[in-house]
């Protein structure tokens, strides 16, 4: 008989290792804070890679969903220098590793392979405290309460789990997106769409660059990259649309009008979106009874990996909690054996992949990315 696992959060991790729980027989129930499936928009694209989302996928049983979901095409990507010259254009030749799908949909994948009643969503997470003996309590806005012996912190950045580990705290890294969408661009918005290929696009520039996908259907999700003080993003007041996405555009003056297009023709306001990190290579003592898996256990900057380290996390996380019956610390041990390196050496990557942008000239910005991606992508996939 094996011990139920409670999970805090309904993201990709989260739904991933139970999930694999599932297909090993292990109950686990899964608490959200989120009221619903779709109290929310669930984000852009997501690459998954062969090297860890997709063997995540397989863990799950779940390979034949997934092909269902991919978008073809989508791999293709393009790199622009900011008066809008192609400085290279990638197709997808169908042999890339990192096939792309809608965030939603694949997390509504993972629910649909889910038994009824496994998410209990509006459980709002405000505290969790150790009983001993491995046992703790969770407590949700509003006063309840589940005690459990076998508790996985997957509740993201702001993780109300993650101090019974660790003290550790998420800190701004000085950079943000700011995400815009167009939608049936093709009709609408001929020029952005052109701009943008069939794939992904991105024109950088040192401290900031546009960055565009191509998702499902006919739209346009763009991400404004700025390096910028988290007071520069305090003076904006992203609740006047117009004025926002005005403020912004401001910082690409000379830039292609087909890029800045981009955010001053989106069709949704600008959404800001900070971005946080735990220190590289961030860990802790074992602690009975309780691990973390994905932003919980090791956030980041925006690299690409964020998704499908989560998913692993979670997958290997539930085998071990399968192959080791009754002994969920042995389980908990060979996960985060295996956990912190593989996210202290991505983290590593990420910061040595950004650092080679800092002091390259404008003119050079685009090439000097396509060249540093080519290496970091290679050295992710040899690990």
Do not use: C
């Not at 011990?3 to 993201?11: D, E, F, L, Q």
């Amino acid at each position: 008989m094996h011990t139920p696992v409670t999970i805090i959060g309904a993201g990709l991790g989260g739904l991933t290792l139970a999930r694999v729980l599932h297909v090993h027989g292990i109950p686990a129930t899964v608490y959200e804070a989120e009221p619903s499936p779709m109290a929310r928009m669930q984000g852009g694209m997501l690459d998954i890679h062969d090297y860890n989302g997709q063997l995540a996928v397989e863990a799950a049983g779940l390979m034949d969903e997934f092909r269902g979901l991919v978008l073809e095409g989508r791999q293709a990507m393009r790199v622009l220098h900011p008066d809008g010259t192609v400085l290279a254009d990638r197709p997808d030749d169908g042999t890339g590793g990192r096939p792309e799908v809608q965030r939603g949909e694949l997390r509504r994948m993972l629910l649909d392979a889910l038994p009824d009643g496994t998410v209990h969503w509006g459980h709002k997470v405000t505290g969790a405290r150790a009983l001993g003996d491995g046992r703790h309590e969770v407590t949700f806005a509003g006063g309840r309460t589940v005690v459990t012996s076998l508790l996985a912190g997957a509740d993201g950045a702001w993780s109300r789990i993650r101090p019974l580990l660790s003290a550790a705290k998420p800190e701004y890294v000085g950079e943000a997106f700011v995400e815009i969408y167009l939608f049936d661009a093709d009709t609408r918005h001929p020029v952005a769409a052109k701009t943008v290929g069939g794939g992904s696009m991105m024109a950088p520039a040192p401290r900031q660059g546009i960055h565009a996908h191509r998702e499902s259907g006919d739209t346009l999700h763009t991400y404004v990259s700025l390096i910028r003080p988290a007071e520069w993003f305090d003076a904006i007041d992203f609740t006047d649309a117009a004025a926002a996405a005005a403020r912004v555009a401001e910082e690409f003056d000379g830039w292609a009008p087909e890029l800045t297009a981009l955010i001053t023709d989106g069709d949704t306001p600008p959404v800001l979106r900070p971005h946080y990190t735990l220190p590289i290579g961030h860990r802790w003592d074992r602690v009975p009874g309780v691990t973390l898996v994905g932003d919980a256990a090791h956030l980041m900057p925006a690299n690409g990996e964020g998704a499908n380290l989560a998913m692993l996390d979670g997958a290997e996380l539930g085998l071990a909690l399968a192959a080791h019956p009754g002994d969920a610390e042995a389980a908990f041990t060979e996960y985060e054996q295996a956990m912190f390196p593989r996210s202290a050496k991505v983290a590593a990557e990420s910061a040595e992949f950004g650092e080679l942008l800092d002091g390259v000239e404008k003119e050079d910005t685009a090439q000097v990315l396509l060249d540093a991606f080519a290496a970091f992508t290679g050295a992710v996939r040899e690990s």
